[in-house]
């Protein structure tokens, strides 16, 4: 981001000093123009820069427009984020609220869609075009978009796996005391990765109870170990060709590996240090058990909401990504406006770091095949299969 300058706007919905409110005259009608205080925000395009004759630059119109439209559409994913942790943070999440939350995060990857096309719009304008105004904007830089560093906190981008910004942290660029409390308050408070979390580790069937009588994790390393015996080790052992063999027993012991590496709390916690997952043990283990049952009635929405936040975090790499493009076209290698590398510092961003539901892409490498997913016991299979609103494990079993 630090080849464009995005417009600073207020963030989720609080009034802002300054900021003009809609009202009426007397018993006028309320008009169009005035509900969304048109004057006011089709008169926020001031361009800077100037031709040699003195005229404004006729494309940094274009490049002010599109990005005040990121910032009201990233206004827009941080209403709704916002309002999904809310509905998380709970001590006990209401099932019952759980289409809405799917909803509202859906309606986030369409927008996260729509901004990932709006780049193509920038490309409309030439190298040479972005020249004739790119040294007025000196020293603003899209690395001081505000929301966007909110965004990413709420989401659960975690900080020390940031990259530097010119060898600083990136709250450096901020100076006024607003932006600043914005930025500590949306690293205090619980992210969206971390309410997921905390719901995922109630998912029924993790918990050992008295009444409980299907634990998932035992039931699931017990399916790996058959399927790695059968499927894996039985065949390398009976091969004669010994570079078959060899290669086969090879296979054997990466996948014993990798399956290690969840089964292994120690092993688990190392991956989480070294910034390759960030779901607790626990969370984990709920998001795989969705994952495998998920046409099981109480787990379809489940599922579809696991799908959405891989979705989000998707696109957001997209968005990085048709960005980090956009700036080696307009720019190459020179330095951003902001004074960062530029395109060597945007394209160190696209990467799972930035990713906080990375877990649920990596799902994929421990699911086993529907034939070896160990069967429900007719207590846990009735337990699943309805949505129980607001009640937690504990208070399912007594019932």
Known sequence: MSSCMYANQPVGGADQEGVNKV??????????????????????????????SGQPVHDEHLFIVTHQAFELWFKQVIFEIDSVRQLFSGKVFDEGKMLLVINRLNRVVVIMKLLTEQIMILETMTPLDFMDFRRALEPASGFQSLQFRLLENKLGVREDLRVKYNQQHYRRVFSDDDSLRALEESS????????????????PGLNRTEDCDFQFWEEYKM????????????????????????????????????????????????????????????????????ALYRDEPRFSQPFHLLTLLMDTDALLTKWRYNHVLLVQ????????????????????????????????????TFLIPRSRIPPLTPKMKRSLSIILRGKDEDEVEKD
């Open 23 to 52: 009202e009426t005259m007397g018993d006028a009608a309320l008009t169009y123009g005035q509900y969304l205080q048109l004057n006011s925000l089709l008169s926020c395009q001031l361009p800077v820069g100037q031709t040699d």
């Open 329 to 364: 076209r307009m720019l190459g290698t020179k330095i951003g406006t902001g004074g960062s590398s530029g395109y060597q510092y945007l394209r160190s961003t696209v990467s799972d770091r930035y990713k906080p539901f990375v877990d649920l892409f990596n799902l994929s």
């Open 223 to 290: 399916a790996v170990e058959r399927m790695l015996h059968e499927e894996y080790l039985l065949p390398a052992e009976r091969e004669t060709d010994p570079s078959l063999k060899q290669l086969k027993m090879a296979d054997y012991k990466k996948q014993l590996d990798a399956f290690h590496s969840i089964d292994n709390l120690e092993v688990y916690n190392s991956y989480i240090e070294k910034g390759e997952r960030n779901f607790s043990h626990k969370s984990f283990q709920g998001a795989l058990m969705i």
């Open 188 to 203: 205090a408070q619980p992210s969206l990765l971390d309410l997921v979390q905390r719901w995922l580790e109630r998912t």
